[in-house]
């Protein structure tokens, strides 16, 4: 499992843990879509909204987590 399928679950997990806290009863039926579809693109691989933004005409970049003060490995 990579490191962004996890980040999907562990977002997933964190939107789910408010649901609950809030009461499964009281929150409204689209806070499960977000849940829903970031479970599905962690456990699969495959992220609808992605192939959607794709389809739109937003481009695929790297995702960069490199700053200026950060330490190069050799």
Known sequence: MSAFRM???SIAGIVL???WLTGF????WFLYLPVVLLTFAGLT???P????LHKI???DEPISCEWS???KQH
């Open 7 to 9: 980040l999907l679950l």
């Open 49 to 52: 909204s992605l192939i959607l």
């Open 17 to 19: 843990t408010g649901i």
């Open 57 to 59: 005409g937003f481009a």
């Open 45 to 47: 691989g495959i992220c």
């Open 25 to 28: 009863d009281k929150v409204h």
């Open 69 to 71: 003060g950060r330490k």
